[in-house]
């Protein structure tokens, strides 16, 4: 009777803790606060989601209302000209182990696409890296899970 207990409760374990690592890596899906490395405001509010495998992130508010109504006018392509209020500026990640990469991000700011890698810091704090290159050269920015 207790070999079996132990039995019972040794996978119990491994499948409460699979469970919970497949919970906290797939939790990048939401709503971020971003901040500006270089000033360290609060820029926007950008959903991340799925699509056919990929993930992808829009941003849904810019929160400084001075610049809410505006363009991405240094883009390229489709993005040239749209509002930056609703734009996708993550495109196409996908995952690997814990990390999410082989995808672009967008600054509005100089419209120029870069290479990315997102990975959770914490279930309420995502990195984000931009990069050229090779990661080594490249900046990162922390967002924070938005509260509802």
Not at 41 to 54: L, Q
Not at 65 to 70: R, S
Not at 104 to 119: A, E, H, Q, V
Request: aromatic content about 10%.
């Amino acid at each position: 009777m207790t070999a079996k207990i132990c039995k019972f409760s040794s996978k119990s374990l491994f499948v409460f803790l699979l469970v919970s690592q497949f919970s906290f890596s797939q939790n990048i899906i939401g709503k971020w606060k971003t901040i500006d490395d270089e000033t360290g405001k609060e820029k926007s509010i950008v959903e991340i989601f799925e699509k056919n495998g990929k993930v992808f992130g829009r941003i849904l508010e810019v929160l400084d209302p001075e610049k809410k109504n505006k363009k991405c006018e240094l883009c390229e392509g489709e993005d040239k000209n749209k509002s930056i209020q609703g734009l996708v500026i993550i495109k196409g990640l996908t995952k690997e182990d814990d990390e999410y990469s082989n995808g672009k991000i967008l600054d509005p700011k100089n419209g120029k696409l870069y290479k990315c890698s997102i990975s959770l810091e914490s279930k309420d704090k995502l990195k984000v890296r931009g990069y050229v290159g090779i990661s080594l050269i490249g900046r990162t920015q922390y967002w924070y899970r938005a509260k509802s």
